[in-house]
């Protein structure tokens, strides 16, 4: 398993992506982690404590990346942001694994956005703060593992 450090503070914001300017915030302080999985790889980026708060995961079998968020609840969509691209994508939500998850075709210009985002890549579900994070290479080596 592949592990990544990143150590910056925790970025509180309370108003919605679509007001945000996430250009200028820190990203939350975690780990990214890679490792395979049974159907294909996985970049996880866990907070200080360990704690899972986003997966990006390449299926082979379909060549389809997943991003997933914790959730509480179903919300509609999932807004990612980049440096250059920002989106509101379609999301599942699975009461099981309390997980909102978006689904992206490999070649998705999303996904190169996320991978080359200056610095920082925000989620945000719904009205909630959003999580930025650092597009560190993990997230690369699994969108690659699935065009490969």
Known sequence: MFKHSFALF???AASPLAAQDLSTAQP????WTYAMTGGGTEARFADTAGNPQL???CTRATRRVSLA???TAAAPFLTVWT???TRNVPASFNPATRRLTIDLATYDPLLDAIVSSRGR???TIGAQPS???PPWPEVARVIEDCRA
């Open 10 to 12: 925790a970025l509180a």
């Open 28 to 31: 939350v302080a975690g780990s």
């Open 131 to 133: 999580f930025v994070v």
């Open 69 to 71: 968020r914790p959730a």
């Open 55 to 57: 997966w990006v995961q």
């Open 121 to 123: 890549v925000g989620y």
């Open 83 to 85: 440096s250059s691209l």
